[in-house]
């Protein structure tokens, strides 16, 4: 079936660098791609969203990236923070509000 | 104002029995999802509400599962005869509706349900 999926489970890195957390998407009809933050206990937010005729897109702290040749997303967040800590999610919108979620990233970040 | 809210926030079965789960959304949001979040994975699309109406049904698991809306707000997602591989946090989202952009997923904290 349809997946997103990432390259690395869990990433530790030290307060103050920069974090970039890497995806797989899978169906090249997606028209939008997603990245969602999960702290511990709680439900998924969101942080960020590119659509897919797009290949960059900047927030506050965040930047996604998206590689259409290679179905490659990535989410880079700037001058980490321990309040960063939290599973990263990418997601893909495959059809009018039908999202699917991939496995997740665990982000650990180091004082 | 208000977010999301799910209730109740942890539930404790034995297996085989019934067990209701209730999503009071976001109001004016007329998009709604369930989720299903196994510990240490992500999140398993369920079952999306358009309205009362729910034309993606694909992910319910099995027939034990069932949903429903009332009044294009309260869901209700009804699990019948638990098995303990139901044991998980179950999110509910909801959203405004429209195609032409990617409507944000607002979550609520879950519901976490063990079945022993």
């Known amino acids: 079936g349809e997946s997103v999926g990432l390259h690395l489970p869990t990433l530790s890195v030290q307060e103050g660098d920069n974090s970039i957390i890497n995806c797989a998407y899978s169906n090249s ?79 650990s970040v180091i004082p | 104002g208000a977010g999301v809210s799910q209730s109740p926030s942890n539930k404790v079965t034995e297996k085989g029995k019934d067990v209701e789960l209730r999503c009071d959304p976001i109001s004016g949001h007329t998009a709604l999802y369930w989720y299903r979040q196994r510990l240490g994975q992500g999140l398993e699309f369920l079952i999306y509400f358009q309205g009362n109406s729910a034309p993606d049904k694909s992910g319910l698991p099995s027939d034990r599962f069932s949903a429903e809306r009332t009044g294009e707000s309260v869901s209700t997602l009804t699990i019948q005869r638990t098995q303990q591989e139901d044991s998980a946090v179950y999110l509910c989202a909801s959203s405004l509706w429209g195609p032409r952009k990617y409507n944000e997923q607002f979550f609520g904290p879950g519901t976490r349900l063990t079945v022993l």
């Open chain 1, 29 to 107: 009809a997606s028209d939008y791609f997603i990245w969602y933050k999960q702290e511990s206990g709680k439900g998924p937010q969101f942080i960020i969203d590119i659509r897919s005729n797009m290949d960059k897109r900047q927030g506050q702290r965040v930047t996604v990236l998206l590689n259409k040749t290679v179905k490659h997303l990535s989410l880079q967040i700037a001058a980490t923070q321990p309040g960063d800590s939290a599973v990263y999610f990418c997601a893909e919108r495959t059809s009018y509000d039908k999202v699917i979620f991939g496995p997740g990233t665990s982000l």
